[in-house]
């Protein structure tokens, strides 16, 4: 068998919409992401979203709206991917990274306290492999250093601590203590890129929570001003009949979703029900199959929360880096192709020339160095799930027994 990692769940029906829009005559931001935006707040119990072309995009949108820059520290998890600590350096304030708590993939919420100060203008907490954070501790920490918050633009005043920015690129879908992923944070980031549970095959959304005497649809307007050029229209109102008059009221960027990908999007939408449904049997077997062989696995569901079921992490307990890498290479040969998630960003080029030292973070090394993600989609078959599993087990099996035999043969020279 050949067992791909990830990749797009895409129907007939997807389609159908692409080429309706196709022969519309309107590709660009328009109608279809307006209503795609409508379904997204809808689907959050938010009042608003607004859809752009990344998650990325949407968290530094998030950072400039919010006036984040120069002077700034805003603080992050070790153990992500680079675009939840990117935006921090794009707007110009200082990376703050937090480790990751000890056998959890998520930040450290008992250090989160300790790493604010009078700088720290905003959080922005990772919810990994469709597990949300802990949010209720995410706020104790923030709200427990209120008094040294500073803020420096109206948004901020209104909010009053340190502002909860959502890393939910993996989560859209997923609950937390009856809170949808979306209205737990202050801002919420989805990804849709073309390996996530719905895709549109680049694309993001973010979503917000209502925020005492600030009216969320200056926030939305703030939000199209800064994802097309600053300026006063967008397309769609530009074609009403002599209202080609624009005005560009800030020198800002280009980053708004199009038509055709919210076409993609709507229809995801529709069927998303059954696309969370199908990756919970999927997470269900393989807990099954793992049991009992050395395996920790990331718990998709309890009574607190539900998973979008994104990724299935997996830990190989006691192997480090070297034992990790030779079970990828041997799923791979049989077939199956795996993924790391993540490795930490201390370990990274770009982090290090910025002066953090992977020494500094050793929870976030401990979950990195025996981490294997396994194929999660809603294109398995049961069988194939079957042989991911088994191949798996057989291969740890058999490197098991080398290493002890390499282990052995090494104690009696």
Same mark, same amino acid.
């Given at each position: 068998? =050949?067992?791909? $990692?990830? &990749?797009?769940?895409?129907? +007939?029906?997807? !389609?159908?919409? /692409? #080429?309706?829009?196709?022969?519309?005559?309107?590709?660009?931001?328009?109608?279809?992401?307006?209503?795609?935006?409508?379904?997204?707040?809808?689907?959050?119990?938010?009042?608003?979203?607004?859809?752009?072309?990344?998650?990325?995009?949407?968290?530094?949108?998030?950072?400039?709206?919010?006036?984040?820059?120069?002077?700034?520290?805003?603080?992050?998890?070790?153990?992500?991917?680079?675009?939840?600590?990117?935006?921090?350096?794009?707007?110009?304030?200082?990376?703050?990274?937090?480790?990751?708590?000890?056998?959890?993939?998520?930040?450290?919420?008992?250090?989160?306290?300790?790493?604010?100060?009078?700088?720290?203008?905003?959080?922005?907490?990772?919810?990994?492999?469709?597990?949300?954070?802990?949010?209720?501790?995410?706020?104790?920490?923030?709200?427990?250093? =209120?008094?040294? $918050?500073? &803020?420096?633009?109206?948004? +901020?005043?209104? !909010?009053?601590? /340190? #502002?909860?920015?959502?890393?939910?690129?993996?989560?859209?879908?997923?609950?937390?203590?009856?809170?949808?992923?979306?209205?737990?944070?202050?801002?919420?980031?989805?990804?849709?890129?073309?390996?996530?549970?719905?895709?549109?095959?680049?694309?993001?959304?973010?979503?917000?929570?209502?925020?005492?005497?600030?009216?969320?649809?200056?926030?939305?307007?703030?939000?199209?001003?800064?994802?097309?050029?600053?300026?006063?229209?967008?397309?769609?109102?530009?074609?009403?009949?002599?209202?080609?008059?624009?005005?560009?009221?800030?020198?800002?960027?280009?980053?708004?979703?199009?038509?055709?990908?919210?076409?993609?999007?709507?229809?995801?939408?529709?069927?998303?029900?059954?696309?969370?449904?199908?990756?919970?049997?999927?997470?269900?077997?393989?807990?099954?199959?793992?049991?009992?062989?050395?395996?920790?696995?990331?718990?998709?569901?309890?009574?607190?929360?539900?998973?979008?079921?994104?990724?299935?992490?997996?830990?190989?307990?006691?192997?480090?880096?070297?034992?990790?890498?030779?079970?990828?290479?041997?799923?791979?040969?049989?077939?199956?192709?795996?993924?790391?998630?993540?490795?930490?960003?201390?370990?990274?080029?770009?982090?290090?020339?910025?002066?953090?030292?992977?020494?500094?973070?050793?929870?976030?090394?401990?979950?990195?160095?025996?981490?294997?993600?396994?194929?999660?989609?809603?294109?398995?078959?049961?069988?194939?799930?079957?042989?991911?599993?088994?191949?798996?087990?057989?291969?740890?099996?058999?490197?098991?027994?080398?290493?002890?035999?390499?282990?052995?043969?090494?104690?009696?020279?």
């Amino acid at each position: 068998m =050949k067992i791909p $990692f990830s &990749p797009p769940d895409i129907s +007939q029906e997807e !389609i159908d919409e /692409v #080429v309706d829009t196709l022969k519309s005559g309107w590709i660009t931001t328009g109608p279809k992401t307006k209503l795609f935006e409508k379904k997204i707040a809808e689907y959050c119990n938010t009042s608003k979203a607004a859809c752009l072309n990344s998650a990325t995009a949407c968290m530094e949108m998030t950072l400039r709206l919010l006036g984040i820059g120069e002077g700034d520290e805003v603080i992050t998890c070790a153990y992500t991917y680079t675009a939840s600590a990117s935006v921090i350096h794009h707007v110009g304030a200082k990376i703050v990274l937090v480790d990751s708590g000890k056998d959890s993939f998520h930040i450290d919420y008992a250090a989160i306290a300790d790493a604010i100060t009078e700088k720290t203008k905003a959080i922005i907490p990772v919810d990994i492999a469709g597990v949300m954070c802990d949010y209720d501790k995410v706020f104790e920490a923030v709200n427990s250093k =209120k008094d040294l $918050f500073q &803020p420096s633009n109206e948004i +901020q005043k209104a !909010i009053g601590r /340190v #502002v909860v920015i959502a890393d939910a690129a993996h989560s859209f879908g997923a609950s937390y203590k009856g809170k949808m992923s979306g209205e737990a944070a202050d801002f919420t980031s989805f990804s849709f890129h073309a390996v996530k549970n719905l895709t549109t095959a680049e694309g993001g959304a973010v979503t917000w929570r209502d925020i005492e005497g600030i009216d969320n649809e200056d926030i939305y307007k703030q939000f199209m001003l800064l994802t097309l050029h600053g300026q006063s229209k967008d397309a769609l109102a530009k074609t009403k009949p002599g209202a080609w008059e624009y005005d560009i009221v800030l020198p800002a960027y280009k980053c708004n979703m199009t038509d055709i990908m919210a076409s993609l999007g709507l229809v995801q939408l529709k069927r998303y029900p059954e696309i969370l449904k199908r990756r919970k049997e999927i997470i269900e077997m393989y807990d099954k199959a793992l049991e009992d062989i050395g395996v920790e696995v990331l718990k998709h569901y309890s009574d607190d929360y539900a998973s979008s079921g994104h990724l299935y992490l997996t830990r190989l307990t006691g192997q480090d880096e070297d034992f990790r890498n030779r079970v990828i290479e041997k799923m791979a040969e049989a077939g199956i192709a795996t993924n790391v998630h993540y490795k930490p960003l201390p370990l990274h080029t770009a982090y290090k020339k910025l002066g953090f030292e992977m020494k500094d973070y050793p929870n976030a090394f401990d979950m990195y160095r025996n981490e294997i993600t396994l194929p999660l989609h809603t294109l398995l078959t049961n069988e194939e799930v079957d042989y991911v599993a088994s191949g798996e087990k057989e291969i740890l099996r058999v490197l098991r027994e080398e290493e002890s035999v390499r282990l052995e043969a090494a104690a009696t020279v």
